[in-house]
């Protein structure tokens, strides 16, 4: 039992002392929805405000405490205002807050540490070109690698997410922006990603049928397909469902890479910086990407992003071949000089891995007790649990896993979906919570199950209690469950799976 003047989180976590939206959520929720566009997403999936959040637990206006398993989607894989995160920024507050492309301190030292920690032998020839978004520095790396092999053409996957951009370019006007820019005539070629659970070249969940077809593609020359770049591919698919390729994948695509002069893009922005229990995603199968695209947790939470790329690509890039005015941000520089090093001090990689099989054990077991769950998948702490209509058939059950979202949000349990029919529940805990906290969202997983399933082989579930709230400041002893407050969600209980 860690001592709770040692966590980094809120101890009592969860606690739920109103049902969520309570009182003061909705007044600022109905703020927002004034002022604020529709378009906003996750307030509708987490209808909260947020006060305060620590280590891997955040606060509602109202008091409620919860455990965060979405980590910002991946971006706090450090957690909330890590002590060593924080202090570097708050020394950094002192120095300078913006300063375009010229060196600091700070600059250096990030540099020095990114470089260092890169997968393989790029961290011995490695160049970097910051971005803001994700986005940006995925398209940066197409772009790059257009330019470097004056083709125009990448491969994607189904199921990939890269991000949304794409578009400002067209409207830029200067001639020498719409020549580096991949956006403005680049053709992508679209290509299942192997997925073991439901295949759709290779039935046996490998990926020997598909690299066959992409030989097809660059080899023949009726395929219809001109003249590619690169191949771009996020190691483990993240908003595409958490789907683990097959093992002989990416060392496969790394040699089809090579065999046709590609340029292998990794996108390393959602499975990067120790989510999986490695640096990289890529360190895995020991494959070197050429170009590596990073963002989310590389800032604790302040934007930054950025392309590594092999510094033999190209001799020179133009000056402004890629430009943003926000570019490497002091603050987030900062920030990422400690995120890099607190990933490489100690063993939170290996811990990562060892405590991320047996959280994907412990939900396997829960699984093998629930028809609606088809699979746990993953790696380290990037865990999928896909939910299935039924299971021979593998039909996605989206509702079920939104179900689960709102029901363990009344839990105290932040936990979000992806997939292509938002029908995988992804566990994204901040590597750095509590064993505690860890059991506890486990054993709130569970009750959320009981609540909306027919445990198989198990009695069906008592009717929804209706517990009196726990008390402030209550402190919740290991291994209990939170009342349970008004049903959040329509689910009729105990209807079991066709
Ligand atoms: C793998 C991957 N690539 C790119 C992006 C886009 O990043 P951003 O939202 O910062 O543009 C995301 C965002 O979730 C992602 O998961």
Redesign the pocket.
């Known amino acids: 039992m860690t001592a709770p003047e040692e966590w980094l989180s809120f101890p009592d976590a969860p606690r739920v002392l109103h049902p969520p939206p309570g009182p003061r959520s909705r007044e600022l929720l109905a703020a927002q929805q004034k002022l604020e566009t529709d378009a906003v997403v996750y307030p509708r999936h987490f209808p909260i405000a947020i006060a305060e959040a620590r280590g891997s637990t955040v606060e509602d206006v109202d008091g409620n405490r919860y455990i965060d398993w979405v980590s910002g989607?991946?971006v706090l894989n450090l957690g909330h205002r890590h002590p060593r995160v924080q202090a570097a920024v708050e020394r950094q507050l002192n120095r300078v807050w913006h300063a375009l492309e010229l060196p600091t301190e700070a600059r250096i030292e990030f540099l020095e540490e990114l470089v260092g920690s890169l997968p393989g032998h790029l961290r011995h020839h490695a160049k970097v070109l910051f971005t803001?978004?994700?986005?940006?520095?995925?398209e940066t790396a197409v772009s790059l690698a257009e330019f470097a092999r004056k083709r125009k053409g990448t491969v994607a996957f189904s199921g990939?997410?890269?991000?949304?951009?794409g578009g400002a370019v067209n409207l830029t006007s200067g001639r020498k922006f719409h020549e580096t820019s991949a956006f403005r005539g680049g053709t992508v070629v679209r290509v299942p990603f192997p997925d073991p659970y439901r295949p759709t070249l290779d039935p046996d969940g490998g990926c020997a049928n598909l690299l066959r077809y992409l030989e097809h593609l660059v080899a023949d020359p009726y395929s219809g397909v001109d003249g590619l770049a690169a191949v771009v591919v996020?190691p483990i698919?993240?908003?595409g469902g958490y789907v683990v390729p097959p093992e002989e994948f990416l060392p496969s695509l790394r040699e089809f890479c090579d065999r046709h002069d590609l340029l292998l893009i990794a996108?390393?922005?959602?499975?990067g910086l120790g989510r999986t229990g490695k640096m990289w995603a890529v360190d895995h199968a020991g494959v070197t990407p050429d170009i590596v695209?990073i963002?989310?947790t590389i800032g604790g939470g302040i934007?930054l992003?950025l392309v590594a790329y092999r510094d033999d690509l190209v001799p020179e890039l133009p000056a402004g071949f890629h430009i943003g005015t926000f570019r490497a941000n002091p603050l987030a520089l900062a920030a990422g000089t400690e995120v890099l090093r607190l990933l490489k001090g100690g063993d939170l990689l290996e811990r990562t891995a060892r405590r991320g099989e047996r959280t994907k054990q412990r939900f396997a077991e829960l699984a093998s007790s629930h028809l609606s769950i088809g699979e746990v998948r993953g790696r380290g702490f990037m865990i999928g649990v896909d939910f299935v209509k039924d299971a021979p058939g593998r039909t996605p059950w989206g509702d079920r896993a939104k179900a689960m979202r709102r029901e363990l949000l009344h839990r105290g349990v932040l936990m979000h979906t992806c997939g292509p029919f938002d029908n995988v529940l992804r566990f994204m805990a901040p590597l750095v919570i509590e064993d505690e906290l860890l059991d506890r969202g486990l054993e709130v997983f569970d009750a959320s199950l009981a609540a909306l399933d027919v445990p198989h082989g198990r009695a069906p579930p008592v009717p929804r209690p209706t517990a009196p709230m726990a008390g402030p400041g209550l402190v919740r002893p290991s291994g209990i469950v939170p009342p349970i407050h008004p049903a959040p969600s329509p689910a009729p209980p105990g209807r079991e799976l066709p």
């Open positions: 989607i991946s803001v978004t994700g986005g940006d520095a995925v990939a997410y890269h991000g949304v951009h996020e698919l993240g908003e996108d390393e922005i959602q499975s695209c963002a989310k934007p992003s």
